[in-house]
């Protein structure tokens, strides 16, 4: 066998019962699988073949730095001498991006001031100032420098030279090597300055996954075309704001240098000996925001281009200047409502959360401030309602306003018992796209009309039994728990929307503050959301906003502009009945479900006026979060009439996949590079997506010359994508030198670690294109984290596994297009019992094309919800603990699993020894994977299995794992993926939903 072969043979071990291996009586089957694996093999051995070089001469080349023996470490820093005339800086009549105008509107208020990036940032004197002195140096002679400085071909606004005590901190400058020979790129090094800032991690992640980004791409036709741009200059083509500037003071030089570029301000105030600082003007790479900046710039500006041109128009694409102008309202003017407008018609109310979550993606894309609410259990649409009053008043404020109404009466989607849905909103609240949350639960269960004589039974207490007493009939039970379903997962939605800086309203009944009657709000769940930060408790009384009754309101908020304007009954009035049947026979209480038109008007006045207050902070402006958020642009639509695009910097961050078609095209920016795939049949093509984007960019300000249109083999990120079959694969001559430089450091009796971590680091980058190859590496990081920095004797285990991963390295590819089975697959094993150590079973069942693609879609990664999937909550209730979403919750499509289903047994069998039950996970997919290698037919495959695992799931969708017998039977798992050449996605599914739970149950 040839050398790939038996790298495939040591992956599986020699105890695994591999079609690869030979056996004595081998199957027929067996027989044609081995001869296809050998074949395959020695194919890929050919297209990439060792390269003629020697080992040190492919070390020389992929280092690019040239040792001065034969053996010589290779040195790890990358920069070179500063030389003035061999930095690369953009034109002097080069266009200028102006940083606070092009960002989106919350990160351009937070970015606005300079205190809002170093709010919180406890600076350590002693700390920063051992950091200037590390950093704070000239990577060249002070001669380049000042002869730099001094180069007449310098864009404006690049440099500002200012005395001593104008400078915050210090910034070193280095050059690096560039791709085109003769040309360095400058390195402005401010670490102190990312000392004295706040963590940008915290802001916003951008997806900026690489390979693994773009091995989430899948595609179900054979071709797929891909069109890039890339800027040029990016960086420096970006104006910061002028309390950066003293931020990025560069290396002094003297006054007399510089002289003629100092303004005449500063040249009365220094001497010819005097040392100035030049600060720098643009956006640094150095600086830990710089990334962050350039990304959300280049997002929204693509993102608005191609919304722009290739989507019909709605009402967010509306300039600002159309909106009424902004007006400064005081309490006493609240009282006086603004003039009424007409109901929305009913067919904008029929949308289904996935749509309303659509709706505000676009609206957030607008370069204005966007205010998304919703009111949740709102009831039918009335005159006066909180959707007219919020319309209202967004209009007097001159806020872009996205209100939503949630009930059932609506769509019968928006059920919030539904863990779907409350999954839905969890990640809008996650990723910013909502701001307000508006809503009173069902208040049936805990009315204190139920201890009324002659009113219904009461089904709560106060107290031990106060979400349900003990002695419930079955419907009471039922009404019980649908109520408390809702309370819940509404107090969930309102705790994660007042951790991300939003504004919450939530409206109970008042407490009666007596017993036996119950409250919600005397409960400890909700006294532990009332201790979270800015909470307020109000008591209103709806008579004095125009309701038939007194009915004291409790309202819980974080709004305190609603604290002002609480009123409570004066006795001048009378009030109506609110227990007992009218003369319809229907109960009074009834009548005061809806609110009154006043309170309403109240509720969306103070919403909206303080975001109008404060709108430089919230959640709709620009204060920090608390968690990363992925807020990024994103197209719907998934019939075959309308273009979809996915993100793949989202698709990356949410463990979903991307598929190509004539309808589904994929999108990737990483930092100043843009990938456009598509098909080549997709309207607009890629060259169309690529130029409109391009374009864009270019009228804001940057340089975008390199526009690359769709090529039968394309460079991209390091990668080259074969139109034709799909497949993304690194470059042969890369693999060749990687491959190379291992065989020839493996072939040395000593190891120098640092050289081997750099070869180390660069095999990972290539290899997450194919993430089986990552579980080959175990004993080479252990080889190196202890005896690092230094050369020694090899270690055998760790020499062996270095030179089977180099042999591994023609297996550096991603295909985008493998066949589809329209066959799902799931496997489960069961744990040791009373009777024997357990089992496992496989299954299989016939679902649609369209099914099979939404399983891949979906990806390997569960959400997160507040209740299970059959609705039941594990909520310990009578607890203080802090209600969040703690259940994992499929995102496989609930028409794959249902019931009326047939599944077929395919495999089924009974441990003979006790394990882990996630090693039994693995075992029983190894089980599913074993059949599949023996097929010969079924090679080169795309199949799915569902695993109600998560352990295994997630290790799979890795690629490794740190438990070395987890990693053993993912490397026996890579042997056989790679040798038959299938990919094998496994979706994550609970138990209750597992298909092949009774079979793996089964007692044989």
């Known amino acids: 066998m040839c ?36 074949s395959h093999c020695q194919r890929l051995c050919c297209e990439r073949r060792a390269s003629p070089l020697t080992g040190a001469q492919a070390a020389k080349l992929l280092f690019k730095v040239l040792p001065t023996d034969s053996y010589c470490p290779m040195t790890s820093v990358s920069q070179v001498p500063f030389v003035a005339a061999q930095i690369a800086e953009p034109n002097k009549d080069s266009r200028i991006v102006d940083m606070l105008e092009c960002l ?32 704070n140096f000239l990577g060249g002679d002070y001669t380049e420098w000042v002869a730099y400085l001094n180069r007449p071909d310098l864009p404006p606004m690049m440099w500002k030279f200012v005395t001593e005590d104008e400078v915050q901190t210090d910034a070193g400058v280095s050059a690096v090597a560039k791709k085109e020979p003769g040309q360095l790129r400058k390195l402005i090094m401010s670490c102190p300055a990312n000392y004295c800032m706040q ?45 950066l500037w003293k931020y990025m003071a560069c290396p002094r030089v003297a006054a007399a240098d510089v002289w003629t570029l100092l303004p005449a301000d500063l040249r009365s105030k220094v001497k010819p000996w005097t040392l100035v600082a030049p600060l720098y003007q643009r956006l640094p790479m150095g600086c830990s925001h710089s990334v962050h900046i350039l990304m959300s710039i280049n997002l929204h500006t693509i993102g608005q281009a191609l919304i722009r041109n290739f989507r019909p128009t709605c009402d967010w694409d509306k300039p600002p200047s159309e909106i009424a102008p902004q007006a400064i309202v005081t309490n006493k003017e609240a009282v006086a409502p603004p003039p ?31 205010v998304v609410a919703l009111h949740a259990f ?59 949350l508006i809503g009173g639960p069902p208040c049936a269960t805990w009315s204190r009309v139920r201890f009324v004589p002659g009113g219904p039974r009461p089904l709560r207490f106060r107290g031990r039994f106060a979400w349900g007493r003990h002695d419930l009939t079955t419907t009471e039970l039922a009404s019980v728990t649908e109520a408390n379903l809702l309370m819940i997962n509404f107090l969930a939605l309102c705790t994660a929307l007042v951790k991300q800086k939003g504004t919450v309203v939530f409206e109970h009944p008042k407490d009666p503050e007596e017993e036996p009657m119950p409250s919600i709000f005397a409960t400890p769940e909700f006294q532990q959301f009332l201790d979270l930060p800015g909470m307020i408790l109000d ?64 509720i969306a006045w103070g919403c909206l006026s303080w975001v109008r207050l404060h709108e430089d902070y919230g959640s709709t402006g620009a204060w920090l979060r608390s968690l990363p958020s992925r807020n990024l642009w994103s197209w719907n639509g998934s019939s075959k009439e309308q273009l979809s695009m996915a993100v ?7 463990g979903s996949m991307a598929t190509i078609s004539q309808h589904k095209s994929a999108t990737y920016l990483h930092v100043d590079d843009g990938v456009f795939l598509t098909h080549p049949k997709a309207a607009p093509a890629s060259a169309e997506l690529m130029n409109t984007a391009a374009d864009a960019l270019v009228d804001i300000g940057f340089k975008v010359t390199d526009r690359r249109p769709p090529t039968p083999v394309q460079k991209m990120l390091g990668f080259h994508l074969c139109q034709h079959p799909a497949r993304l694969e690194v470059p042969i001559l890369k693999v060749r030198l990687i491959a190379d430089t291992m065989l020839w450091l493996a072939n040395h009796w000593m190891a120098d670690t640092r050289l081997i971590r750099s070869v180390l680091g660069m095999w990972i980058w290539a290899a997450s294109l194919r993430r089986e190859l990552l579980s080959v590496p175990a004993s080479i990081f252990k080889f190196i984290d202890v005896h690092w920095p230094r050369r020694v004797p090899w270690w055998p285990s760790a020499k062996e596994e270095f030179r089977h991963m180099a042999a591994l390295s023609v297996f550096m590819s991603h295909k985008l297009y493998r066949p589809t089975t329209s066959i799902i697959f799931a496997s489960d094993a069961e744990g040791s019992n009373n009777e024997d150590f357990g089992g496992f079973g496989v299954v299989g069942a016939k679902i649609s094309e369209d099914q099979m693609r939404q399983v891949f879609e979906a990806g390997t990664r569960p959400g997160m919800t507040v209740a299970k999937m059959d609705g039941s909550l594990t909520h310990k209730f009578g607890s203080a603990k802090e209600i969040l979403a703690r259940i994992p919750i499929s995102n496989v499509p609930k028409e794959v699993l249902q019931e009326s289903r047939s599944w077929l047994a395919i495999a089924a069998g009974r441990w003979k020894h006790h394990d882990h039950i996630t090693l039994g996970e693995g075992r029983g997919s190894m089980v599913l994977l074993q059949k599949l290698a023996d097929i010969p037919q079924a090679h080169g495959g795309r199949y799915a299995s569902l695993c109600d695992n998560m352990p295994w799931c997630g290790m799979v969708a890795k690629g490794r794992s740190p438990a070395f017998r987890c990693n053993r039977l993912l490397r026996k798992r890579a042997g056989l993926t790679l040798a038959a050449d299938i990919s094998l996605l496994h979706p994550w599914v609970d138990t209750l939903r597992m298909p092949a739970d009774w079979l793996s149950r089964h007692k044989l």
């Open 199 to 243: 963590d940008v991690r915290a802001r916003r992640n951008h997806g900026l996954g690489g390979s693994s980004a773009l091995g989430k791409v899948l595609a179900w036709e054979p071709e797929t075309e891909a069109a890039l741009l890339d800027e040029s200059n990016a960086f420096t083509s970006v104006l910061t704001p002028s309390w």
């Open 340 to 370: 009424a407008t007409p109901i929305p018609s009913r067919s904008r109310l029929m949308q289904s959360p996935q749509a309303f979550r659509e709706r505000a993606r676009r609206a957030k894309s607008l370069n204005s401030l966007t």
């Open 3 to 38: 050398v790939t072969a038996r790298s495939l043979n040591w992956l599986h071990g020699s105890k695994a019962r591999l079609p690869l291996c030979r056996s004595s009586s081998p199957t027929p089957a067996q027989k044609q699988t081995l001869a296809l694996i050998a």
């Open 378 to 436: 709102g009831g039918s649409r009335r005159e006066g309602d909180m959707e007219e009053s919020f319309n209202q008043w967004s209009q007097t404020l001159g806020i872009v306003l996205l209100f939503e109404t949630a009930d059932l009466a609506f769509n019968s989607e928006w059920d919030l018992g539904n863990p779907h849905t409350i999954q839905l909103l969890l990640e809008m609240i996650s990723t910013g796209l909502l701001d307000i």
């Open 104 to 135: 989106p509107i919350e990160e351009s208020k937070y970015y606005a001031s300079e205190c809002n990036v170093t709010h919180g940032v406890e600076v350590c004197p002693t700390l920063l100032q051992e950091i200037t002195q590390r950093y």
């Open 539 to 602: 008591i209103i009384d709806q008579c004095m906003y125009g309701g038939p009754t007194q009915k004291g309101t409790g309202i819980a908020h974080n709004c305190p502009l609603l604290s002002k304007g609480t009123r409570r009954c004066d006795g001048q009035h009378s009030h109506g009945r609110s227990t007992g049947l009218d003369l319809k026979g229907i109960w009074h209480s009834r009548r005061l479900q809806n609110y009154p038109p006043a309170m309403n008007q109240w």
């Open 648 to 654: 793949l910097n989202e698709n990356f961050i949410e």
